[in-house]
């Protein structure tokens, strides 16, 4: 597994690169910010570690230009800790935020649970009809009339619990333990944002309504 490292504080790459070393990855250490793309092109990473505050463009900016040609898991490392930094960067692409100063084993924690849902986890594919919409949980595609979007894999899972329950409401609890194996490593919103981000989707191809939430308990899809 490669592991790309964007951070522009030499003795955090320095130091966080050794241990994912250490740990067994392989890891790449950008050290010219000017355009990481060219080195992310170069070594297809597995998985991105983004600072937020670089010097030029930040990492916000680079997370949506990554977006715009894959789907490669990305962890903000920041010591940008507010709320709104961690739900921005969420909802342009990010998979999770770590506010420095980070504790190295929760951060190695979330890498872990993060590589093992994007590339160990096995999905049948086929394609789930509900609602008058198509999701074929194999290329991650939702149809709905003549319109298609691409989904994220955490936004895949998401979908997958809620076609597979038919109308009825899947528990908060059900969906976290089936994107992140358990909520001990992920932030109170990390589920909400991506609701909000997958529902932003939705409602592009004429789906707004189509997710409802059943206050205090969890989420399901509009009755047929």
Do not use: H
């Not at 991105?48 to 916000?60: A, E, K, S, T």
């Not at 507010?82 to 921005?88: A, E, L, R």
């Amino acid at each position: 597994m490669i592991i790309l490292m964007i951070e522009d504080d030499r003795t955090i790459r320095e130091y966080l690169g050794q241990e994912l070393e250490n740990w067994g990855y392989e890891v790449v250490l950008e050290e010219n910010f000017a355009n990481p793309l060219k080195l992310f092109n170069e070594t297809s990473p597995d998985l991105v570690l983004l600072d937020v505050v670089l010097p030029g463009r930040n990492g916000f900016f680079w997370c949506q230009e990554i977006r715009k040609i894959s789907e490669v898991p990305i962890i903000f490392i920041s010591s940008k800790n507010q709320p709104m930094d961690m739900v921005t960067g969420m909802q342009l692409g990010g998979d999770d935020y770590i506010t420095k100063p980070f504790d190295l084993y929760v951060t190695r924690a979330k890498i872990d649970a993060i590589l093992r849902r994007t590339y160990g986890m096995t999905m049948s594919g086929g394609s789930i009809s509900y609602g008058g919409a198509d999701f074929d949980s194999g290329s991650g595609i939702l149809t709905y009339g003549e319109r298609s979007i691409e989904l994220t894999r955490t936004e895949m899972m998401i979908l997958s619990e809620l076609f597979t329950a038919r109308g009825g409401i899947v528990s908060r609890r059900s969906i976290i333990e089936r994107c992140w194996q358990g909520e001990d490593f992920i932030d109170d919103n990390t589920l909400a944002v991506n609701m909000t981000r997958l529902r932003k989707k939705l409602r592009d191809i004429g789906l707004g309504d189509f997710i409802i939430t059943k206050k205090g308990v969890g989420y399901g899809l509009k009755k047929e």
